[in-house]
């Protein structure tokens, strides 16, 4: 019974074994653009338009790169690798694991920086919560309202932008939005916006610290919140929710701060040392209890 034991979880082993990426390219940084058109925030509606830059480099040479986009939410209509200003000669596939590999046909050179960028058509999750999804519920007069949240842990970034889908690979992350005008974007830090001529609204969101592709949220919604002053931690913080649900985040908008405060005299790391917001959305449809986000906690 032992031996058998043994022999499934080699199996078990060998099989996850397969499917992680090669330790051979490393991202630092990701730039992350993302276009969500109003159609998206209709009963039919399920696309959206994405750009993303990375930054990486090789350990060792290679005459191919391999990441992960989402085959069956992710359709790339360009990709480049640069180096020195230079488009080099590549092909790529994507395989039923998810893993875009890049083939050039020069050798890239170890411990060199290349820029890859990727422009791609994507497609709303409606028929499970992961990845970027929709969402939807009624408003306080009964008309029906859309959302489109996230819900990346554990494998699931790579539906909304190719990138190194595994915890192990941290970088930093440069997000901006675009999205109709009467709808407002949450992702994980601090954003400035700006009107664009075709009415939309242009959210451009501060860089974050290195972290795991499964960290990086963002929720548009027409929700509401409630902010309050955190002096102890020097930051201003937000719980957000559907209007009609306002008098049920008060608990959270008294609590949070001293549960935070106490956080940073317990590990004696000051939060702000690393995130300016520790943002609460409350989500209509969401398959966790909650999730652990950096500066955008959502939950049920």
Same mark, same amino acid.
């Given at each position: 019974m032992t031996s058998w034991c043994f022999l499934f979880l080699a199996i078990i082993l060998h099989s996850c074994a397969?499917?992680?990426?090669?330790?051979?390219?490393?991202?630092?940084?990701?730039?992350v653009s993302l276009v969500i058109p109003e159609s998206s925030f209709t009963e039919k509606g399920d696309s959206f338009t994405g750009k993303v830059e990375i930054v990486l480099a090789l350990e060792e040479a290679s005459y191919s790169i391999e990441l992960h986009?989402?085959?069956?939410?992710?359709?790339?209509?360009?990709?480049?690798?640069?180096?020195?200003?230079? &488009?080099?000669?590549?092909?790529?596939?994507?395989?039923?694991?998810?893993?875009?590999?890049?083939?050039?046909?020069?050798?890239?050179?170890?411990?060199?920086d290349y820029k890859l960028v990727v422009t791609y058509d994507g497609r709303l999750s409606t028929?499970?919560?992961?990845g970027i999804y929709k969402s939807s519920y009624e408003d306080g007069?009964?008309?029906?309202?859309?959302?489109?949240?996230?819900?990346?842990?554990?494998?699931?970034?790579?539906?909304?932008f190719p990138c190194f889908d595994e915890?192990?690979?941290? &970088?930093?992350?440069?997000?901006?939005i675009t999205v109709p005008q009467k709808l407002n974007a949450m992702s994980n830090?601090?954003?400035?916006?700006?009107?664009?001529?075709?009415?939309?609204?242009?959210?451009?969101?501060?860089?974050?610290?290195?972290?795991?592709?499964?960290?990086i949220a963002f929720v548009i919604s027409e929700f509401t919140c409630s902010a309050w002053n955190m002096p102890e931690v020097n930051s201003v913080n937000k719980v957000c929710s559907r209007a009609q649900k306002e008098d049920t985040r008060?608990?959270?908008?008294?609590?949070?701060?001293?549960?935070?405060?106490?956080?940073?005299?317990?590990?004696?790391?000051?939060?702000?040392?690393?995130?300016?917001?520790?943002?609460?959305?409350?989500?209509?449809?969401?398959?966790?209890?909650?999730?652990?986000?950096?500066?955008?906690?959502?939950?049920?």
């Open positions: 397969a499917q992680r990426l090669p330790t051979v390219a490393y991202p630092s940084a990701y730039k986009a989402g085959r069956d939410y992710l359709s790339i209509a360009t990709l480049q690798v640069i180096h020195d200003g230079t &488009a080099l000669h590549t092909t790529f596939t994507v395989d039923e694991n998810d893993v875009l590999t890049i083939s050039a046909t020069q050798q890239l050179l170890a411990h060199t028929t499970d919560m992961n007069t009964g008309a029906k309202k859309y959302l489109v949240t996230t819900q990346f842990e554990s494998i699931y970034a790579r539906r909304t915890p192990s690979f941290k &970088a930093t992350f440069t997000i901006d830090t601090l954003f400035t916006t700006s009107l664009l001529p075709d009415g939309t609204t242009h959210y451009q969101f501060e860089t974050t610290p290195k972290m795991s592709t499964y960290l008060r608990w959270a908008v008294e609590v949070s701060p001293k549960l935070l405060s106490s956080l940073n005299t317990y590990t004696g790391i000051p939060y702000t040392s690393s995130m300016k917001k520790v943002d609460q959305v409350a989500i209509p449809d969401f398959r966790s209890g909650a999730m652990e986000n950096w500066g955008l906690i959502t939950y049920r």
